[in-house]
């Protein structure tokens, strides 16, 4: 069997053919004289760990081999047996660590020169493999192993040497691939994940990265505020990139379709002169939470050689994952995510992070196209990496992520149908099953669950705008007023006037955002106490000026009947996509 020299602090420049030779060389290296009783036990102890790594590489090897066709029991065998095996390398790390210490007392430094220093980065590290969490690592620097090594670092090819924080940092590493985990599932291997330090930070990066001056970018016509501030003030400007900027609307891939052929034929001159066609969803949708059909906008989109970037944050991974669709050509090329919603949960910190195939988003420095991918583009060069405190916390509101879903979208049922029994406001939500975009939910969304985001105005009423005003003042504390969404609290706010507050009157009403339009983010309180608290501010501020206003929902008898319905209906289809006893067996 060859010798794997990637032990070797003579990695790429050693001269041997056996792992004996390259043990040899290691010792010459670091000027030890392999003669002595030191030279001799290290040798040993090297030459151990040369051919401890080629068995654990076999090991991969067999694992890539026959993990699919393996009996449930020898899983969960195989498991445990790797697992050990972490904990006896981790031992004999922990049984150098004596002697290693031992050495740094007397290399001779001065109290003064210690206290300078701090204590060695190599020690007492051990346990910390260990922590049932991850470590919260807060560090600028690292430690480097070796001239080689640092060098493969600095150039992508060594993955366990973080070289700075704003490149790599372990904590915000884990994240990155819990969510890759999350997203891709079992093709997890193909994609990497990059994190930063907010939902716009990692989308401005996407955008600056595949966008290029005169590019056309085709967009879903709903979307976050700031995105569409994004693109009209910046990147759409003559001075800066020269965005050619085209709108679509509608849901349904035959929308798109005609947005899609429209700019083609607008822009035939200029794509032919070499700009390229991007394609931006926001799907669900903000402010209304509506659906796009995602599996078929790609398909189509790609059929033109267009690349699909999609804002997947609302729906989260667990009501759909784009990127494990059957069909490559029905995924988009990169999901964006701001896990300062539903991920992290608790509105405590902001994050972002994008998920795409690996030559898209990191390649090793030197090989074909490494420029142009986004690890390159945006770490190495601008520093827009997640820092460890904030990657541990949407770490930790993720172990929560699947339950907060389920109760938001129970609650997102209840609510949008209390709503819409009134007939005086117009609600804007897939969760009824006679609008429009229902289809959508029913057939991409998990369990049939709405987005945890709907819309509702009371622009049919002719309020005077003191009493709106009045009204919706009156919605705290039961409904939040905040200017965020994905909390476990319900939050409320008025589009019109914050998150889409950039938008003009045309933009506003191409939109479907009107003055009393109201945004609902969906939290995890009893849905009852949410409708009594709406009523009740609609009985002190509506019905003086609109009487009999808070008459017009459905009777309180009905609403606990519609709760208990929703909730077992919910769980109900979540068991039934359970797998059954006999096939976990």
């Not at 150039?155 to 704003?166: D, F, N």
């Not at 066609?277 to 903000?286: A, D, F, M």
Request: aromatic residues 8%; hydrophobic residues 45%; proline residues 6%.
């Amino acid at each position: 069997m060859a010798v794997n020299p990637e032990l070797s602090p003579l990695r790429h420049s050693h001269q041997s053919d056996s792992a004996d030779a390259l043990v040899q060389e290691q010792l010459r290296h670091f000027g030890i004289d392999p003669a002595s009783p030191f030279g001799r036990h290290l040798a040993g102890a090297a030459l151990n760990l040369y051919r401890t790594n080629q068995d654990i590489h076999a090991l991969w090897q067999l694992t890539r081999d026959c993990l699919d066709s393996l009996p449930p029991e020898e899983r969960i065998c195989r498991f445990n047996a790797k697992k050990f095996l972490a904990f006896q390398l981790a031992k004999v790390l922990d049984n150098l660590q004596a002697p290693f210490r031992a050495q740094w007392r007397h290399l001779g430094l001065t109290q003064d020169s210690r206290l300078a220093k701090g204590a060695y980065p190599l020690f007492d590290r051990v346990p910390m493999l260990f922590s049932a969490n991850p470590p919260i690592v807060r560090t600028a620097t690292y430690v480097y192993a070796c001239t080689e090594w640092i060098d493969d670092a600095f150039h992508g090819r060594e993955s366990t040497h973080s070289i700075y924080s704003r490149l790599l940092n372990p904590t915000a590493l884990a994240l990155a691939n819990t969510l890759v985990e999350l997203e891709a599932g079992p093709d997890s291997t193909d994609y990497l994940a990059l994190t930063f330090n907010s939902g716009m930070a990692a989308i401005d990066a996407l955008l600056g990265t595949l966008l290029e001056r005169g590019d056309i970018l085709l967009v879903s016509r709903n979307l976050y505020g700031g995105v569409h501030q994004l693109l009209q003030d910046y990147y759409a400007r003559p001075e800066k990139l020269g965005i050619r900027l085209e709108w679509f609307d509608g849901t349904e891939a035959r929308d798109f379709r005609l947005a899609l052929n429209r700019t083609l034929a607008d822009h035939r001159e200029t794509l032919a002169a070499g700009a390229r066609l991007r394609v931006y969803l926001e799907s669900p949708c903000n402010p209304h939470g509506l659906m796009l059909d995602v599996p078929g906008i790609c398909r189509l989109a790609h059929e033109t050689g267009a690349l699909v970037m999609l804002d997947a944050t609302l729906a989260t991974p667990v009501l759909f994952r784009p990127l494990q669709r059957p069909e490559p050509a029905e995924r988009p090329d990169v999901v964006v995510h701001s896990c300062t919603k539903d991920m992290a949960g608790t509105g405590s910190t902001t994050a972002g992070a994008l998920i795409g195939l690996q030559p898209l988003m990191f390649l090793p420095k030197g090989e074909p196209g490494w420029r142009q991918t986004l690890f390159w583009q945006c770490y190495y060069i601008k520093g827009a990496f997640l820092d460890a405190d904030k990657a541990y916390e949407v770490l930790t509101g993720i172990k929560t992520l699947e339950l907060r879903i389920l109760a938001k979208g129970i609650n997102t049922l209840v609510l949008a149908r209390f709503l819409a029994s009134h007939p005086d406001l117009r609600v804007s939500s897939h969760a009824l099953d006679h609008h429009p975009n229902s289809p959508l939910r029913q057939r991409l969304l998990r369990y049939g669950l709405p987005c945890p985001l709907l819309t509702f105005d009371l622009e049919a009423t002719g309020l005077p705008r003191d009493a709106f005003v009045r009204f919706f003042d009156a919605l705290e504390p039961a409904f939040g007023h905040m200017v965020s969404l994905g909390q476990t609290n319900t939050l409320v706010l008025c589009p019109a006037l914050t998150s889409h507050s950039e938008l003009d009157e045309t933009a506003l009403a191409a939109a479907g955002i009107y003055p009393t339009s109201i945004r609902v983010a969906v939290g995890i309180e009893p849905v009852r106490e949410l409708i009594a608290h709406l009523v009740l501010a609609a009985r002190r501020h509506l019905d003086p000026v609109s009487p009999g206003f808070s008459q017009g929902f459905m009777a309180p008898a009905e609403v606990d009947a519609l709760v208990e319905q929703v909730t077992l209906d919910i769980h109900r289809a979540r068991l039934a996509q359970q797998a059954r006893l006999a096939e976990l067996l």
